[in-house]
């Protein structure tokens, strides 16, 4: 009985790794997936202020 349990203690705690690295490369693609998307909205807010400055200057020289 108290093998029996050993065993399947051992089993649980070998899932509950394999779930919790599992957990963690999620964890890690999505702190990878949010840095991508804070990058790219960056690079757009950058380049739509850049273009809006380009034109109001452009309208400003004409």
């Known amino acids: ?11 649980g705690d070998r899932h509950m790794r394999r779930t919790t690295e599992r957990r963690t490369e999620a964890m890690a693609w999505d702190r990878r997936i949010d840095w991508a998307v804070r990058i790219l909205k ?21």
């Open 42 to 62: 960056r690079w757009f807010w950058w380049a739509w202020v850049t273009k809006l400055k380009n034109t109001s200057s452009n309208e400003l020289i004409t």
């Open 1 to 11: 009985m108290g093998r029996w349990y050993k065993i399947r203690s051992r089993d």
